[in-house]
């Protein structure tokens, strides 16, 4: 829920330092020179891309990002991972499908990155194109409470805090800053567009109890792998996974809402509002609680995936690597 892919995920953590340099740009890091040198580079080409989609009507720019995805992304390093991720998640599925899928993947990813210029009209709602289904009535769920919304990377995840937006509920969003400053400058204009707070991961430990202390619901991503987390089951295997949040809902005693963004064609949207999650009270123990409070809402995000794994977009190394034989030899960590 938040402009960049690795929010609330960690990636200093996990967050790539170089998007078109990598392992060059990770040894070239202790050379601050040579950094900045490489930064400018990618700096230049992402705000050449974000002018040229800026210019562009919303559903052309879109569209060219769908081509470039298709084309640009199975040939990314990353796409092992979407690869991998996608082998796990639907083991049902034939390679040659699981492939297409994953090219999908990427064109559904690169529209999101050329809708991103245009992404204060699409949520001020001048254009018509989001339309939210809120069966229950979020806002009367919830009686006043502030909640922790949540999804995962899925649609175009950032349109995710209109749904809060639209029940009226004061909403703090949650994001991790861009290692590449001038990525981040650009991002950051977009952000400061956007009506709703931000608040940088790096703040969040506390950031999160004030806001929600102050009455504001907070939104975030945890779906993906974060290295400081717990093995909760994720399509039946142990993944990574942040428990924290489900620990402050059940502090505080807030449920987790869901909503998912479903591209239904092109640029028109629909956000899907699930019933409030709550935690069991059966489960006495708080870390036994809030583990089974994870699990849950991951098995919300497999049934997410599994009707629209085009447009689930995981670069990164999900679940832990199996242990590799003895005497083999050791791989870099990606």
């Not at 409070?293 to 995936?305: D, G, K, P, S, V």
């Amino acid at each position: 829920m938040a402009l960049e892919a690795a929010a609330a995920n960690g990636e200093r953590d996990g967050l790539a330092r170089h998007f078109l340099f990598g392992r060059l740009g990770e040894r070239l890091a202790v050379d601050g020179v040579a950094e900045r040198a490489l930064w400018a580079v990618e700096g230049g080409l992402a705000a050449g891309l974000w002018g040229l989609f800026a210019s562009l009507p919303l559903e052309r720019a879109s569209d060219l990002g769908a081509a470039m995805g298709r084309r640009l992304g199975p040939r990314l390093k990353k796409h092992r991972h979407v690869l991998t991720n996608l082998a796990v998640a639907l083991a049902d599925r034939p390679a040659e499908e699981r492939a297409a899928i994953a090219r999908e993947s990427w064109a559904n990813a690169f529209r999101m990155l050329a809708e991103l210029p245009h992404l204060a009209d699409l949520v001020a709602g001048r254009s018509g194109r989001i339309e939210v289904v809120d069966p229950l009535g979020v806002a009367a769920a919830l009686a006043g409470r502030p909640a922790i919304f949540v999804t995962a990377h899925v649609g175009n995840w950032n349109l995710t805090p209109v749904a809060a937006l639209r029940a009226g509920i004061p909403t703090t969003v949650i994001y991790r800053a861009q290692t590449s400053p001038r990525i981040e400058a650009l991002l950051a204009r977009a952000r400061a567009e956007l009506p709703w707070r931000h608040l940088e991961v790096e703040e969040a430990a506390r950031g999160m109890l004030r806001e929600l202390e102050a009455g504001r619901s907070v939104g975030l991503l945890p779906d993906q792998r974060f290295e400081g987390g717990e093995l909760v089951p994720f399509f039946g295997r142990p993944a990574p996974t942040p428990v924290a949040p489900a620990r402050i809902a059940i502090k505080m005693g807030l449920p987790f809402v869901a909503a998912r963004v479903v591209r239904l064609e092109g640029c028109r949207f629909e956000i899907r509002i699930e019933p409030p999650l709550e935690a069991d009270p059966t489960i006495r123990d708080p870390r036994e609680r809030a583990f089974a409070m994870t699990a849950a809402l991951n098995r919300l995000f497999e049934a997410w995936i599994r009707e629209r794994p085009e447009q689930w977009l995981c670069a990164k190394r999900r679940w832990p690597r199996a242990p590799a034989p003895a005497g083999a030899p050791e791989t870099p960590p990606p």
